[in-house]
C-alpha cells in the first residue's frame, strides 16, 4: 500500500534546521501508556499556523494532526512550563549567536493595551488608551528578546503591573541591575524596585516641547518587540479565556521568531 503523501509545506512551518535546534527541547513521552504516534513536528507546525495566521483551533487545516489533539499537547506543555522553559532558551542561543552574555544585566518594561474578543475572561477598559480589554506587561532585553510577560486586565495602572512582571522575574536573572521605563512607572514604584528587586529603575522621559516623532532611547527597543508580536494575527487581539493561554501564545510567538533567526536552512517538503 502506497504511503501517505507529504503535504505541501506552509511558511509557517519549521525548517530542518529550525527543528534541530527545537527538537532537543521538547519534553519525552512520559513513561507508560499507549506509545506516541503524533509527529510532534506537525503539531509544532498547527501551532505555529494557528499563532501566525489568527485562525481558531476548529480552523486549523485537515493535513495537521487533529485539532483536538494539538490543543491537548499546547496546553499540557503551558501547564508543564516547557513553552517558557524553551523560550529562555533560545534567548539564551541567540544573546549568544550576537557575543552577548546569556543573561541579561538591563532590559526595557512598558504594557501594551489590546482589545479583547467576547471570549476572553480578563477584560477591563484603559481610560488612557480608550480600549476595552487587557494589557501585556512585557519586560525585554536590550536585543528586543522577551524576558518576563504577565497579561492581566487593561484597567490596571502601569505601576501595579509593573510590579506583578518584575516579580515573576526575581531569582531568574541573575546579572540584572538596570531597567528602563516611561514616565508612567515614575513615582514610588522606582523605589519599589529597588528596594524589593535590588534594580535601578530608570525613567526615560519625552520630552514635550518636541512636535516631530522622535525615536526615544531605550523605549524604542521594546515598542519594536511589540511590532513584532502582533505580526503573529492570533496576538492583533486577546482572542483567550485565561491569562495564562494568553501569555503561552505570546512565548509560542517568541519561540517562532527565534528558531527563524537561530537556524537559516532551507525548507522543505515535510511528511504529514
Not at 489590546?114 to 532585553?141: E, L
Not at 501595579?160 to 514616565?183: E, F, T
Not at 510567538?253 to 504529514?272: D, F, P, Q, Y
Request: with cysteine; net charge positive; glycine share 8%.
Amino acid at each position: 500500500m502506497a504511503g501517505k503523501p507529504a503535504r505541501q509545506p506552509y511558511p509557517s512551518d519549521l525548517s530542518d534546521g529550525e527543528w534541530q535546534v527545537v527538537q532537543p527541547l521538547l519534553p519525552p513521552p512520559r513513561p507508560g501508556g499507549r506509545q506516541r504516534t503524533t509527529n510532534p513536528r506537525e503539531v509544532l507546525n498547527a501551532i505555529f499556523y494557528l499563532t501566525k495566521n489568527g485562525c481558531s483551533w476548529k480552523a486549523l487545516p485537515h493535513d495537521f494532526p487533529p485539532e483536538g489533539t494539538v490543543r491537548d499537547y499546547f496546553h499540557a506543555w503551558r501547564r508543564r512550563g516547557v513553552w517558557e522553559r524553551i523560550q529562555d532558551t533560545l534567548r539564551r542561543q541567540v544573546r549568544r549567536q550576537a557575543g552577548r552574555e546569556e543573561e541579561p544585566s538591563a532590559g526595557i518594561i512598558d504594557s501594551q493595551s489590546v482589545k479583547a474578543t467576547r471570549t476572553s475572561g480578563t477584560r477591563g477598559y484603559d481610560a488612557g488608551k480608550k480600549i476595552k480589554g487587557s494589557k501585556r506587561h512585557i519586560v525585554v532585553d536590550t536585543l528586543g528578546l522577551l524576558v518576563a510577560v504577565v497579561v492581566h486586565s487593561a484597567a490596571v495602572q502601569d505601576r501595579d503591573g509593573a510590579k506583578l512582571v518584575l516579580a515573576k522575574m526575581q531569582g531568574r536573572c541573575p546579572r540584572l541591575s538596570l531597567l528602563w521605563a516611561d514616565g508612567g512607572y515614575a513615582g514610588k514604584l522606582v523605589g519599589w524596585v529597588q528596594q524589593v528587586c535590588g534594580w535601578l529603575l530608570q525613567i526615560v522621559r519625552r520630552t514635550d516641547n518636541l512636535r516631530r516623532f522622535v525615536v526615544l532611547p531605550r523605549r524604542w527597543v521594546v515598542e519594536r518587540t511589540f511590532g513584532w508580536m502582533v505580526q503573529y494575527r492570533r496576538l492583533s487581539k486577546d482572542y483567550e479565556f485565561h491569562t495564562e493561554t494568553s501569555e503561552a501564545m505570546i512565548h509560542v510567538a517568541m519561540i517562532h521568531l527565534m528558531l527563524r533567526r537561530l537556524a537559516t536552512s532551507t525548507r522543505v517538503v515535510v511528511a504529514a
